[in-house]
């Protein structure tokens, strides 16, 4: 399963907005299009953490291929704007992407560190946490300083496998509270929604 870890989304981007402590006590915050998202409050952090859930046509071989792409998969996750692959060591990667930020909000960068596994009945479950001091400072970035997350890609039979995308995170310096609110639910939502569509596209 490589580094497929890495995009793991790189999730990172979700890097923005989560928090790192256990998220408890999750309340469903959008449920459309077969995708459902779910936030939850972390103590000691003023930004939620985010949980999406859906339903995808396709083999977990299939999307974990879509993720094993590490500069492809740049293309689905939510405000990404660039990922590349810094270091794999067996089931370990360590990836580098920057998030797209709206004007005047300084970007983010995030170096990720993404362990993979796979358990016998096919379940594929990746943790994310920020590695922010792998490699030094990029001029005009921010660097995430926390992130957990995890994916967990399940099959379900009959070439269905259900996908949960789950990320905690402190994005580093100010983030005006719209655009804090906006991306725990935007960020889940575009990223599994884009996901599927290239999934079940193959």
């Known amino acids: 399963m490589n580094v497929l870890h890495q995009m793991a989304m790189v999730c990172g981007l979700s890097m923005l907005m989560g928090a790192t402590a256990q998220a ?40 974990n291929a879509l993720q094993e792409d590490v500069v492809g998969s740049c293309s689905w996750i939510h405000a990404c704007a660039e990922m590349k692959l810094l270091k794999r060591q067996g089931n370990e990667a360590w990836t580098y992407s920057t998030i797209e930020m709206p004007w005047p909000v300084t970007g983010r960068d995030l170096v990720l560190h993404v362990q993979g596994g796979q358990a016998a009945d096919g379940t594929v479950v990746r943790q994310l946490k920020a590695d922010p001091n792998f490699v030094p400072p990029v001029k005009g970035q921010i660097r995430v300083p926390k992130l957990v997350g995890e994916w967990r890609v399940v099959p379900k039979g009959n070439d269905v496998t259900e996908v949960t995308y789950q990320v905690q995170t402190e994005p580093g310096g100010s983030i005006p509270s719209w655009l804090a609110n906006s991306f725990v639910v935007d960020a889940p939502f575009n990223t599994l929604d884009a996901l599927r569509k290239r999934a079940e596209q193959r």
């Open 24 to 63: 408890e006590d999750w309340q469903l915050a959008k449920d459309e299009n077969g995708i459902k998202v779910y936030l939850s409050s972390v103590p000691g952090s003023k930004y939620k953490a985010y949980r999406g859930v859906v339903e995808i046509k396709a083999n977990v071989k299939t999307i």
